[in-house]
């Protein structure tokens, strides 16, 4: 039977997605993203159209930089700047009944009870529909010089301090208090039940606690986990924590490599591995014709140019792709600096190596980049066209489902939702979604709680002892 596909947006509170641009395209209402009503207009847009989640990107303070230094380019692009989706995201779920909404938050830059508070309180006004991505955070050299520390904490550290502080986040919303502690019984005058308060204590390498989960138990308890970052340590991470997976994708081999990788290891901590969903960014140009996609497709590259490209990829990497030869592999000409793979390696390996077994070029790096950015794939063609390469990605590489990256926003929604949604519902690939009214029943189907077999389900009972 052909697998449901989930349907997701990608956005990153500002006016572009992914490193490229296209505010100044007719085209494009980008330049709006500071206008409630445009957040509003696109959840509204992907409710009735059926979609599962409103995903928001960013969390990290860090901006994309030259080796820590600003870019007038990326400045100039209005790239600098984005909002907040944690605060946009309430006025969304007010506006919509089924929607989905995931909001990044970075690890490592305050203490955990920050990100425990903030989604408990999404679970609650969002009534279950809000997940965690959890990154250890983009462009960490200028989020450290911001954050006023003296040096980036490293890859690897960065993950291990991460999985402590996703630990001490579970052991408040898991543990902290019972799914009936509120009890609003006006007879007895009692709000709350005392006896299904429970004390939270950690005492950790990196992070401590003592004291009370302040927020009532909402409907999901635990967000839905979702995480990003696909290098071997992110994804040990996500086997052992997350619940969803964003990866970006440059072959369909690399991508089937990493989704087996990631489930195989979720089956070593003895979970379900179809119970992770594996979502991939696909940035789709679509029209009634493949000529008139592939137009669009040329006026959206045309706004692009290596400067900004290299730019944008050097918040994510570390590297400086126009200090290079252009004319020969990237892989051949790492600097020993100690510094590429530390800001970030998923960005760096999907360059290694073409289905074929050859390397790409510099040049070759920045030309796709200048297409999608550090997007995942991209397909341009007719409904028809697309919704067989979507087909083919899903059934090759055992993904779940796609994050769109839209290139003109609301208006290449509206062109997938009104011309690709159609075809792809014709071949029974967006059948409905589970039934719950929560984002963790639509995704994974198997109630509002955590799964017994992932590790938070453990902080549950005897939590007051466990420290
Ligand atoms: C697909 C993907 C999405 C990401 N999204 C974000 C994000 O929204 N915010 C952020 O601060 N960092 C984001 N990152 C960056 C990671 O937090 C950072 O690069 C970290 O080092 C983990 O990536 P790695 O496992 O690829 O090394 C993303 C990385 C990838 C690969």
Redesign the pocket.
């Known amino acids: 039977m052909a697998k449901r596909m989930i349907l997701g947006v990608f956005e990153a509170g500002t006016q572009q997605v992914g490193g490229t641009t296209s505010w100044a395209h007719p085209k494009s209402q980008n330049g709006d993203y500071r206008d409630i009503e445009y957040w509003i207009g696109m959840a509204r847009m992907l409710d009735d159209a059926g979609f599962d989640l409103l995903f928001f990107?960013?969390?990290?303070f860090g901006y994309a930089s030259l080796k820590g230094e600003l870019s007038d380019v990326l400045v100039r692009e209005g790239m600098m700047f984005g909002l907040d989706g944690s605060y946009i995201i309430p006025a969304l779920a007010a506006a919509t009944s089924r929607l989905g909404f995931v909001v990044?938050t970075?690890t490592g830059s305050d203490h955990p009870l920050h990100t425990v508070r903030k989604y408990s309180t999404l679970d609650h006004v969002t009534k279950g529909r809000i997940g965690w991505?959890i990154?250890?955070?983009?462009s960490?050299n200028t989020m450290a010089k911001m954050l006023g520390q003296t040096e980036m904490v490293p890859?690897d550290k960065?993950y291990e301090a991460a999985a402590e502080y996703v630990e001490v986040a579970l052991k408040f919303w898991e543990g902290g208090n019972d799914d009936d502690a509120v009890v609003l019984d006006r007879a007895t005058g009692v709000f709350a039940d005392p006896q299904k308060i429970h004390p939270v204590v950690h005492e950790g390498e990196y992070y401590r606690s003592n004291g009370y989960h302040t927020q009532p138990p909402s409907p999901q308890r635990s967000p839905v986990l979702f995480q990003?970052?696909?290098?071997a340590?992110?994804r040990a991470f996500a086997a052992r924590h997350a619940e969803a997976v964003?990866?970006?994708g440059t072959t369909y081999e690399q991508t089937a490599a990493n989704v087996a990788d990631i489930r195989r290891r979720a089956a070593e901590e003895g979970r379900d591995p179809a119970d992770l969903k594996l979502i991939v960014?696909v940035t789709v140009i679509t029209a009634p014709t493949s000529a008139e996609a592939h137009r669009l497709r040329a006026e959206f590259e045309a706004l692009q140019s290596d400067e900004l490209a290299a730019h944008y990829y050097s918040g994510?990497t570390g590297l400086n792709l126009l200090e290079y030869d252009f004319d020969r592999p990237l892989k051949d000409q790492l600097p020993d600096d100690g510094l590429a793979g530390q800001?970030?390696?998923?960005?760096i390996e999907r360059f290694y190596t073409r289905p074929d077994g050859s390397a790409p070029t510099v040049r070759e790096i920045l030309d796709d980049l200048k297409g999608k950015g550090t997007r995942g794939f991209a397909i341009t063609g007719d409904p028809v066209e697309v919704a067989d390469e979507l087909e083919r990605m899903i059934d090759l590489t055992d993904l779940d489902g796609f994050m769109l990256e839209a290139v003109f926003n609301t208006a290449s929604m509206r062109d997938v939702i009104d011309l690709v949604l159609p075809e792809l519902r014709r071949r029974g690939r967006l059948d409905p979604a589970p039934e719950g009214t929560t984002l963790r029943e639509r995704l994974i189907g198997k109630g509002p709680h955590l799964a017994a077999e992932h590790h938070g389900a453990d902080l549950r009972p005897e939590f007051s002892a466990s420290t």
């Not at 990107?57 to 990290?60: E, P, Q, R």
């Not at 990154?135 to 983009?138: E, H, I, L, P, Q």
């Not at 990003?228 to 290098?231: I, K, W």
């Not at 800001?343 to 960005?347: D, L, P, Y």
């Open positions: 990107a960013g969390g990290s990044t970075t991505n990154v250890t955070g983009a960490q890859h960065r990003a970052g696909t290098s340590a992110g964003f990866v970006q960014g994510n800001m970030g390696v998923s960005n």
